[in-house]
């Protein structure tokens, strides 16, 4: 099993900067892809954006060019830098673990507990 601590949520004014950071234990070396996933008042959960094992990365295109994910492999982080934050960007941010299945095309998906990221306009 992997357990994941999201942390740096906070209020932000439209145009600011955020780092969110998200901290894996347990069955790290498990772990095939990190990402972010965010879940909007009414709205389902998305993807922000992933980041693989060997470093390949993928966005949202509503956060292209604005968001950065990063990710730790030593010290078993992930990060998302959010640049020119929007109100639509409010959210609950959740940190994702993907680890395959041994044997077969699956994989299991744990998540944080997330953190609210609120921008004002």
């Known amino acids: 099993h992997v357990q994941l601590v999201e942390s740096g949520g906070c209020l932000v004014q439209a145009w600011g900067s955020l780092r969110l950071s998200c901290s894996a234990s347990?069955?790290?070396?498990?772990?095939?892809?990190l990402g972010w996933y965010r879940q909007g008042s009414g709205k389902q959960r998305e993807l922000v954006a992933t980041?693989?094992?060997?470093?390949?990365?993928n966005y949202a295109d509503s956060v292209k060019g604005r968001f950065t994910i990063s990710r730790d492999n030593a010290k078993n982080t992930v990060n998302l830098q959010m640049n020119s934050l929007k109100p639509e960007d409010t959210a609950v941010y959740y940190c994702?673990?993907?680890?395959?299945?041994?044997?077969?095309?699956?994989?299991?998906?744990?998540w944080g507990q997330g953190t609210q990221v609120t921008v004002s306009s």
């Open positions: 347990g069955s790290i070396f498990s772990i095939d892809a």
């Open positions: 980041i693989t094992s060997g470093g390949s990365t």
């Open positions: 994702n673990a993907r680890v395959p299945i041994s044997g077969t095309r699956y994989s299991n998906n744990y």
